[in-house]
C-alpha cells in the first residue's frame, strides 16, 4: 500500500505524405444541367447542379464541399455516380454542406455528385440564378492551388409568355346627319357639339409559362379627318382592372369645335351630289394623326387576364363636313413586353384591330334643299326659254296656219260639191 504504479505506453505514427506539409490540393469542375442558354421562369421546374471534386494532394482528411444558392431554390437531393461515402445536409435554407470520403479523400481520386434544387418558386426579381461552391478540407493548402477551390455557376433567369391582345368596341356604327334627332348624342354642359359615346375595352392575356413582369399597350385612334383638321376625340376616362396599371394620353384642350363653312352653296351642293364611298382613317397608312392611349400594366400570372376600358366622345360637328359617306375607324392596340420578358409566340396576335363606322344619313341640310329646289326651277326656266328660242329660229312660229286652214276648208266643199254634181247625174 502506497506504493505507485505506473504504465507506459509508445505509439508510433508513420508519415505518409508527398510534401513537408501533407497539402491538399483539391479540384473542383461543374455546370448546370439545363436545355438552353436561360431558364425559363415557371417554365423549368427544377435544376441539377453536376459537381466534380478532385484531389491532386496529399490525403485530404475532413473534406466538405459547400453550397451558397438563393432562398428562392429548395434543395431537393442529391445523387452520387458511385457509393464513396458522400453525404450532404441542408445547414440553413440557402446553405448546403456535402462531406466527401468521410474520414477522408485519398490522394489522386476524385469524386462526381449531382445536386437537384426546385426552380418553381423563383420570382424573377434577380436577372440571374448564382450558385456558389467551394471546396475545403482540414490539410493546408498552398495558395498557387487555391483558384480551383471555388465555383461560381450563373445562369440568366427569363421570362417566356406567350401574350395575346382581344377587344371589342360599341357601338360597332351610328349614323350621323341633320336628320338624326340630336337626342341621340350627348351634348355637355356649355357646349353646343353633339357627341356620339365610344366604349373600348382591351383585354391583355398571359398565356405563360412564366410570369409577365409588366407591360405597356398602346392604343391609337386616328384623330383627324385632314391632317391640319380639329381634333374629333375627347377621352373620358380610362380604367385598369383592379387597379393593376394606369393610362395616359394627351388630353383635347378644346373638345367642341365646330368648323367654320368657308365654302361657296356651290361647292356644298356639288359635296352632298358627290357624297359617296368609303373613307378609311387608319393610323398604319402615313400622315394620319392619331390620338395615342399609353397603359402601364402590372405583372400577370400564367393564365391572367387585364382589362382596359376606355370611355370616349366622338364629335358629330366635324363629320358634318366630310364629303363621305361612310367614314371607317381604325383603332389599333399592341401590347409591348417588359424588357425581362421574352415572347415566345404561338400564333396568338400580339396586336389587335377595331372597327367601327360612322355613316351618313345622306339628307341634306335645309337651306341646301332650298337652294336645290330654286336652281331646279332657274335650270328648267333657262332649258325653256332655250327651247322656245330654238324654235322661232326654226320659224315654228312664222308658219300661215290661218291660210292653211282656209285653203283645206275651201277644198273640202269643191270634194262635196263635186259628189252632189255626179248624184244628181
Not at 452520387?80 to 466527401?100: A, N, P, T, Y
Not at 400622315?287 to 400577370?300: D, F, K, N, P
Not at 334643299?369 to 335650270?379: E, Y
Request: charged share 20%; net charge negative; hydrophobic share 40%.
Amino acid at each position: 500500500k502506497g506504493e505507485k504504479i505506473a504504465a507506459k505506453n509508445e505509439t508510433w505514427f508513420e508519415k505518409n505524405c508527398l510534401s513537408e506539409d501533407c497539402a491538399a490540393d483539391l479540384r473542383l469542375h461543374g455546370k448546370l444541367l439545363l436545355s438552353g442558354s436561360h431558364l425559363a421562369l415557371g417554365g423549368v421546374r427544377n435544376v441539377s447542379l453536376n459537381l466534380t471534386v478532385s484531389n491532386a494532394g496529399d490525403d485530404a482528411y475532413d473534406t466538405n464541399i459547400y453550397l451558397n444558392f438563393s432562398r428562392e431554390v429548395h434543395y431537393i437531393n442529391f445523387l452520387q455516380r458511385e457509393e464513396k461515402g458522400i453525404s450532404c445536409m441542408l445547414v440553413e435554407l440557402d446553405f448546403l454542406m456535402c462531406s466527401v470520403g468521410f474520414p477522408f479523400m485519398r490522394a489522386q481520386t476524385k469524386y462526381h455528385l449531382s445536386v437537384l434544387f426546385d426552380t418553381s418558386h423563383l420570382s424573377g426579381e434577380n436577372e440571374t440564378l448564382l450558385f456558389l461552391v467551394h471546396a475545403r478540407s482540414a490539410n493546408p493548402e498552398h495558395d498557387s492551388t487555391l483558384h480551383d477551390n471555388t465555383l461560381e455557376l450563373s445562369i440568366p433567369l427569363v421570362h417566356e409568355v406567350d401574350t395575346t391582345i382581344t377587344g371589342v368596341v360599341t357601338p360597332t356604327s351610328f349614323v350621323y346627319g341633320n336628320s338624326v334627332d340630336r337626342s341621340r348624342f350627348l351634348q355637355l354642359d356649355d357646349m353646343e357639339c353633339s357627341f356620339q359615346p365610344l366604349n373600348f375595352t382591351f383585354q391583355v392575356i398571359n398565356n405563360g409559362p412564366s410570369r409577365l413582369p409588366g407591360s405597356t399597350v398602346d392604343i391609337r385612334i386616328p384623330n383627324r379627318l385632314t391632317g391640319n383638321g380639329a381634333d374629333m376625340f375627347h377621352i373620358i376616362d380610362t380604367q385598369v382592372s383592379e387597379g393593376r396599371g394606369n393610362c395616359t394620353w394627351h388630353r383635347n384642350p378644346k373638345p367642341c369645335t365646330i368648323p367654320q363653312d368657308k365654302e361657296s352653296i356651290f361647292h356644298t351642293i356639288f359635296a352632298f351630289f358627290t357624297k359617296s364611298g368609303r373613307k378609311v382613317l387608319d393610323c398604319d397608312r402615313p400622315g394620319r394623326a392619331c390620338l395615342t392611349i399609353s397603359c402601364s400594366l402590372s405583372s400577370q400570372a400564367k393564365e391572367e387576364a387585364t382589362n382596359i376600358d376606355v370611355q370616349m366622345l366622338l364629335n358629330t360637328e366635324i363629320l358634318q363636313r366630310d364629303s363621305s359617306s361612310v367614314i371607317q375607324f381604325v383603332t389599333r392596340g399592341h401590347v409591348q413586353l417588359d424588357d425581362r420578358a421574352v415572347e415566345v409566340s404561338t400564333g396568338l396576335p400580339e396586336e389587335i384591330s377595331l372597327v367601327f363606322e360612322a355613316l351618313h344619313s345622306q339628307e341634306p341640310r335645309g337651306y341646301v334643299v332650298g337652294w336645290i329646289i330654286a336652281i331646279s326651277l332657274l335650270v328648267g326656266i333657262l332649258i325653256f326659254l332655250l327651247l322656245a328660242v330654238l324654235l322661232w329660229k326654226m320659224g315654228f312660229f312664222r308658219r300661215h296656219y290661218r291660210e292653211i286652214i282656209e285653203a283645206e276648208k275651201n277644198r273640202k266643199d269643191s270634194d262635196e260639191s263635186w259628189d252632189w254634181v255626179q248624184k244628181s247625174q
